[in-house]
């Protein structure tokens, strides 16, 4: 079955670079796009981006120059990168698998980050 | 980017009742929607995409319809387990973009 699980929760101090990673199993990895969705304390879903197969990325503006999102294909796992973090960056970081046609079918179980001096 | 209003914020009802969740984008999107279940603590569930396709395992008590602007998400024969919170969004253009949830509860 398809399972996305991801690395455990972690506390950066502001200005820190953050890294979250998503192991895959039960599908073929590279035959899929990877989204991440993030989600603050409360507060709703926000798309930041996605890696494509060959590994290409896509990324929400708001993002831009902070985030890179990466993947090995040899472990199956893909990665997030969110540099210089502050504090309204706190929140649970999702991977999701794209179902081809850019909705979300599975997800992972989420990472909390929290952003604290 | 595209802006998806959900309405109501939040919603009760009893067992056994149905329930209308709608979804406003602020431009056409055709089809390119999908609608997501998130109880507390958990990852979001996918339910419905394209508008009105059901995700393989979910219950035919949950269908979807509309295009264009405007969507719904129907829950029928409401049960205690669909006490969640419901997203909408957009996978028409980047960023994608969700709806700021419903919650749903259980008289």
């Known amino acids: 079955q398809v399972q996305l699980v991801q690395s455990g929760a972690e506390v950066k101090k502001p200005g820190a670079s953050m890294k979250v990673s998503c192991k895959a199993s039960?599908?073929?990895?590279?035959?899929?796009?990877m989204h991440w969705v993030r989600q603050a304390p409360g507060q709703g879903l926000e798309w930041m981006g996605w890696?494509?197969?060959?590994?290409?990325?896509t990324y929400a503006r708001k993002f831009q120059g902070r985030v890179t999102m990466s993947r090995d294909t040899s472990i199956n796992t893909a990665y997030l990168e969110l540099r210089d973090v502050r504090s309204d960056d706190t929140a649970t970081y999702y991977c999701?698998?794209?179902?081809?046609?850019?909705?979300?079918?599975?997800w992972g179980q989420g990472a909390l980050v929290t952003v604290s001096s | 980017d595209i802006q998806v209003t959900q309405s109501p914020s939040s919603v009760s009802a009893s067992v056994g009742d149905r329930v209308t969740i709608t979804c406003r984008a602020s431009?056409?999107?055709?089809?390119?929607l999908a609608w997501y279940q998130q109880k507390p603590g958990k990852a979001p569930k996918l339910l419905i995409y394209?508008?009105?396709t059901l995700q393989s395992g979910v219950s035919s008590r949950f269908s979807g319809s509309g295009s264009g602007t405007d969507f719904t998400l129907t829950v029928t024969n409401l049960q205690p387990d669909d006490c969640a919170i419901y997203y909408c969004?957009?996978?028409?253009?980047?960023?994608?973009?969700f709806g700021q949830g419903t919650k749903l509860e259980i008289k």
């Open positions: 890696i494509n197969p060959n590994g290409d990325t």
């Open positions: 969004q957009q996978a028409n253009t980047v960023p994608y973009t």
């Open positions: 999701a698998r794209d179902n081809s046609w850019y909705f979300f079918d599975y």
């Open positions: 431009q056409g999107i055709d089809r390119w």
């Open positions: 039960g599908y073929t990895f590279t035959g899929y796009n």
């Open positions: 394209a508008a009105s």
